[in-house]
């Protein structure tokens, strides 16, 4: 007796275990009416309300189901009808797959139906109106990923916020959609924004915000950002598939070198002067900066009616010109130079002092600057060179004649 009842509670409960397993594999879905004409889609197959017609009295339905194909056509199967109380069954088997169609309601206009299905994971399922001519084949998903920067020129230490976007353009859904940053080299990740993407998009979605993020700039250089990378699955096949996104492109400013800045100042001593006057010029050269700046040369432009004369010691005569040349200017280091010039003709001119200098970066910098405007007027006895030199001899040719005239008279009467 006991072992008896030990087998009925074990055949039970397999028989329950059974039948939920049944329940499980098997998935009501609709349960709503569908005019005539319109359909339901599932995945790739389509169950349409082909026609409900008046027969002796009595509303019929017909209901086929459409297997789509990836060329937009579709090929109709093979079902199987019985009728329980007046009630349409149709059904539809291949291998594991079942389609049952059960009529619940009829009209004259529509119907209500369930629809269960046996061996399929419904990714996809819509109503359709105007039947199966107005289905869409579910083919495979093609996401479109872009990635975004809202600066490209930044400094180091910078903030820049990035977004991620994404649109669907293939004629399949895009299912369990995971995104991979790309965080690139030279950046340091700070914050997440927005990380509530979506994880499915639809047939002909538009771009989608996916993913916001912020990363502070690091190095200085050009950068090419590491391009964002999504995976995804189809909503009926097996596959995996993945997009990448472009790569913007950022410029992060190096950090500022110090260098050696040289200040140049040209001084003269008067504005001034008649020819063949001497006019000294002060040049005054300072190193504005701690770093030491090397390879000094100074080059006075000597104005073409001016003599060079004399200068400081640190002066030297290069090609018949003035050069000053200094190995190394110390930080905060400032310097006197002088140049004396003598003024040969008259006029307005400046003298134009050039300097190059090594910035303490193996960079040579440049500079040039004027003592301004000096003029030169007329001499002491300028005026005498306004006339020709004849003029001036003959009163002296003429004096000379009468005195020696005079000295021989003298000597004639003395005889």
């Given amino acids: 007796m006991k072992s008896n009842r030990i ?36 995945n790739n197959y389509f169950i349409e309300v082909s026609d409900i017609m008046l027969f002796d009295g009595d509303l019929i339905l017909e209901v086929t189901i459409y297997q789509l194909k990836p060329d937009g056509s579709y090929e109709e199967l093979t079902t199987s009808t019985t009728v329980s109380e007046e009630k349409r069954r149709l059904k539809y088997q291949s291998g594991s797959v079942e389609i049952t169609v059960n009529e619940k309601n009829l009209t004259s206009q529509y119907t209500i139906i369930d629809i269960t299905t046996a061996g399929i994971v419904i990714e996809y399922e819509t109503a359709v109106d105007g039947g199966v001519s107005n289905a869409n084949y579910i083919g495979k998903p093609s996401l479109i990923l872009t990635k975004e920067v809202d600066k490209s020129n930044v400094e180091i230490g910078d903030i820049i916020r990035v977004t991620i976007k994404a649109k669907n353009t293939g004629n399949g859904i895009a299912k369990r959609i995971s995104i991979d940053l790309g965080i690139t080299p ?13 994880t499915e998009l639809g047939i002909g979605s538009s771009f989608t915000q996916m993913f916001i993020y912020e990363i502070q700039a690091a190095n200085g250089g ?5 391009p964002a990378t999504a995976t995804y699955s189809s909503s009926v096949f097996d596959d995996k598939y ?21 200040d140049l100042k040209v001084i003269a001593d008067e504005t001034k002067l008649k020819r063949g006057d001497v006019i000294t010029f002060t040049i005054h050269v300072e190193n504005q900066k701690d770093v030491p700046a090397s390879t000094i040369r100074i080059e006075p432009i000597i104005p073409g009616n001016m003599t060079y004369i004399s200068g400081s010691e640190d002066i030297n005569i290069v090609s018949e010109k003035p050069v000053i040349q200094e190995s190394v200017y110390g930080a ?18 400046e003298l134009i002092v050039k300097l190059t200098y090594d910035n303490g970066t193996g960079i040579m910098s440049n500079k040039e600057i004027s003592s301004g405007t000096f003029y030169i007027e007329e001499g002491e006895f300028d005026y005498l060179a306004e006339y020709p030199l004849y ?3 003959t009163p002296v040719l003429i004096v000379v004649v009468i005195a020696g005239w005079l000295y021989w008279r003298r000597n004639q009467f003395r005889m």
């Fill in 7 to 42: 087998i009925i509670h074990s055949l039970l409960f397999l028989f329950l275990l059974l039948l939920s397993v049944g329940v499980t594999s098997a998935d009501s879905i609709y349960d709503e009416k569908i005019y005539e004409g319109d359909g339901y889609q599932i």
């Fill in 186 to 198: 030279g950046f340091t990740f700070k914050s997440n924004i927005y990380t509530t993407y979506p």
């Fill in 222 to 226: 050009t950068f090419a950002l590491n």
């Fill in 242 to 262: 993945s997009s990448t996104s472009d790569s913007p492109s950022v410029t992060v400013a190096a950090e500022a070198v110090e260098t050696s800045v040289l």
């Fill in 332 to 349: 905060r280091y400032e310097k006197d130079y002088t140049i004396t010039l003598k003024a040969d003709e008259i006029g307005s001119n």
């Fill in 391 to 393: 003029i001036y001899l």
